[in-house]
């Protein structure tokens, strides 16, 4: 559940001290339109969460198939968390895993990775909705981007529960809890149900972004509607949320400002557009030492042209 973003270089706003609110946008991954989250106009990255991507086919009697063919990645973690449905992950590792709900999947680029991603239907797990989940990429410090690549599932995870809140942690530490995810940058995630008055510690090191779900969710003093994002400043000990009366379900995101200047391009995370000029050039020319073959029938995608380069190149 990979996607294309647009141009964008930035690092972590400094100086923001209150709780901000920003609408996500849709954006189209092959046949599917999801709501694009992060990044968002004036902010790239959340600690280093720099893409997040909510994926519904919506009310429609036939929702449309989750395919993604063969694509490459560098310098990102893919973390992909399925809220209904089943799919099949496949990379250049060799790996081919199925992923349900309740279930993580992190992919790691480093230099260079190529995967694919398609929905199945099985026998345990039939989902009416089609596929539906969040796609979220971590950018790597510069310690490990350009290292190797690497993938990690793990069918089980810790339960976390707090005041008013429980649910599951995908990565890093809370609730008492440990995730045995493998990052490079101190992170963590949080798929959260909340009631009304529910409190949920956080580490005042972090920024922290909140993504509703399923339904509009007060943060602290600020409502945040499903397809928007709530940007919490560092130096918050614990957050407050109201449901006004019912439960809610929300992705609760945050980590260390990652204090390097990021550029994102299609699905590339480098620091420069020499970097991912490389990347483009080696997946169009199909260097195999870099982004070996994919185990999936799915149709490769090509990479389009870099903006900055002219025709000629």
């Keep these: 559940m990979s996607g ?3 141009e964008t270089s930035a690092g972590s706003e400094l100086g923001m001290s209150t709780i901000e609110v920003r609408e996500g946008r849709s954006a189209n991954i092959g046949r599917l339109t999801v709501m694009r989250i992060l990044p968002t106009k004036r902010r790239r990255t959340i600690g280093p969460w720099c893409f997040v991507d909510l994926m519904s086919p919506g009310d429609v009697e036939e929702p449309p198939a989750l395919e993604i063919g063969p694509h490459p990645h560098i310098g990102l973690s893919t973390v992909t968390w399925l809220l209904e449905g089943t799919a099949l992950h496949g990379d250049s590792l060799g790996t081919e895993q199925l992923i349900r709900p ?5 992919m790691t680029a480093g230099n260079g990775i190529a995967h694919a991603e398609q929905g199945v239907d ?3 797990n039939v989902s009416d909705h089609g596929v539906m989940g969040v796609q979220m990429w971590l950018a790597q410090p510069e310690s490990t981007r350009h290292g190797q690549s690497r993938f990690q599932h793990l069918a089980e995870l810790p339960e976390v529960e707090y005041e008013n809140a429980q649910g599951k942690l995908l990565i890093g530490l809370s609730g008492g809890e440990e995730s045995a995810a493998e990052t490079d940058h101190p992170t963590v995630g949080l798929d959260l149900t909340v009631l009304p008055g529910a409190v949920v510690p956080t580490d005042p090191r972090f920024e922290y972004g909140v993504v509703p779900i399923d339904r509009p969710i007060k943060v602290d003093e600020e409502v945040v509607e499903p397809g928007s994002l709530a940007i919490v400043p560092v130096g918050r000990s614990e957050l407050t949320f109201d449901t006004q009366g019912h439960a809610g379900r929300l992705m609760l995101l945050g980590g260390e400002p990652l204090g390097d200047r990021v550029m994102m391009w299609w699905n590339f995370v480098a620091r420069d557009k020499d970097e991912i000029t490389r990347a483009w050039r080696d997946w169009d020319e199909g260097n195999e030492e870099r982004f070996g073959p994919v185990p999936s029938d799915l ?5 389009p042209r870099p903006p900055w380069l002219k025709a000629s190149k």
Excluded: K, M, S, Y
Aim: net charge negative; glycine share 6%; hydrophobic share 40%.
């Design 4 to 6: 294309p973003v647009e």
């Design 102 to 106: 309740g279930q993580l999947n992190l």
């Design 122 to 124: 099985t026998d345990v």
């Design 299 to 303: 149709e490769r995608i090509e990479a």
